[in-house]
């Protein structure tokens, strides 16, 4: 069994894991210094649309494996969405079923990870999978704010490839996808047609993957909103001092977690207080507990309170910055703290009795803000 540490730490930070066949969990995005010469094969992409002989390359490699452990990535799919849609009482799949589903697949390897044991292949193919799902799916969540958009209530495999291609969800920074077409609708079908049986050996293990994947679901939710949040702030302290400095400072344009996508009103500082409140409000209201035991629910108390926090009143904008930060950083602590405890409970191991104290918590976002607040 793993030790006491932070877990949610680890599997922010641990980037040299690898599954049983000895492929490297994160594939392309593993830093140099634990690849293997041999361990990625790259080949232009041979598929039509925007990929076609892109300049960025596909992962051969991964489709390889993949390709070897359909059955069992199917199975674990299909189990995934009959045990969410049992706790969530409905499937669409709409927006949010499928961002859930790609939450728990991601958070699999992991799951066998924290209890001391190496992911199995199939488990770091549904978790490589699903990344792009999650990524998918906020990126629609986005073009619904920005374009207005409204999306079906129900998705099809060909609406799913469709906006793919569209949206460009199909081509990373660094790699395109390696799926056929063909492949996809195969993959997309377990998740927008009829149920079908399956023979995961997840099953046995029901309760404990779907608390451990519910936690871990509800924790990047409210990262998010943190994030979004401290941007707010820090354009309110920006805008009191006159300084653009601190903008070019600490609102970096990546997303936190990576995997998300930046969403919020124009000119941050003129946002009025009320509006900001119902806004995160809204955000706060996507995340949906479905842990067996309904354990999840106290970290969407905690989601709602970001909205009370942001909506928080005075005079002095730098004074309100202050106390909106201090109330932010608690929630923070009680998330990181609950999901901790659950973590251990899905493996039946003693409760989380460290400490998590400021540093160890800033290590757990990409851009703390933590000295600027503190010199408020």
Not at 86 to 115: C, F, H, T, V
Not at 181 to 204: C, I, N, Q, W
Not at 244 to 266: G, H, K, R, T, V
Request: glycine share 4%; aromatic share 10%; hydrophobic share 40%.
């Amino acid at each position: 069994m793993a030790d006491d540490g932070l877990w949610i730490l680890r599997m922010m930070t641990e980037q040299h894991h690898r599954d049983t066949e000895g492929r490297p969990l994160r594939e392309g995005r593993t830093p140099p210094q634990y690849l293997k010469p041999d361990d990625i094969e790259y080949k232009q992409c041979p598929f039509p649309g925007k990929r076609y002989k892109h300049a960025n390359p596909m992962n051969q490699s991964a489709i390889v494996q993949v390709s070897a452990h359909w059955d069992e990535l199917a199975d674990g799919l299909s189990f995934i969405r009959e045990a969410y849609t049992e706790q969530n009482g409905s499937w669409g799949p709409d927006i949010w079923d499928l961002w859930r589903l790609s939450q728990i697949a991601s958070a699999l390897p992991w799951y066998y990870i924290l209890k001391g044991e190496t992911s199995p292949g199939y488990a770091a193919s549904l978790s490589k999978v699903m990344l792009g799902v999650g990524m998918w799916s906020q990126r629609l969540f986005v073009k619904q704010f920005e374009d207005r958009w409204v999306p079906p209530p129900k998705f099809s495999s060909k609406e799913i490839i469709d906006m793919a291609e569209q949206n460009d969800v199909l081509i990373s920074p660094t790699e395109v996808c390696s799926a056929s077409e063909k492949m996809m609708y195969r993959y997309f079908d377990v998740l927008t047609g009829d149920p079908v049986p399956h023979a995961s050996p997840l099953v046995s293990m029901k309760d404990s993957v779907m608390l451990f994947g519910a936690h871990y679901t509800a924790f990047k939710h409210v990262i998010y909103l943190y994030w979004l949040a401290r941007r707010f702030l820090i354009a309110d302290v920006a805008a009191a001092r006159g300084s653009s400095e601190l903008i070019e400072q600490l609102m970096i344009p990546e997303s936190e977690p990576p995997d998300y996508y930046i969403a919020e009103p124009a000119n941050l500082a003129s946002v009025p207080l009320a509006m900001r409140g119902a806004w995160f409000k809204m955000l706060a209201d996507l995340l949906k507990p479905f842990a067996p035991d309904r354990s999840d629910q106290a970290i969407k108390v905690l989601a709602d309170e970001v909205g009370l926090a942001m909506a928080v009143e005075n005079s002095d904008p730098i004074a309100r910055a202050k106390v909106a930060f201090d109330r932010l950083d608690r929630i923070h602590h009680d998330t990181i703290l609950i999901v901790e405890r659950h973590f251990r409970r899905a493996h039946g191991v003693a409760d989380f009795t460290g400490t998590i104290d400021a540093p160890l918590r800033d290590r757990l976002v990409l851009t703390p803000a933590r000295a600027l607040f503190d010199s408020l």
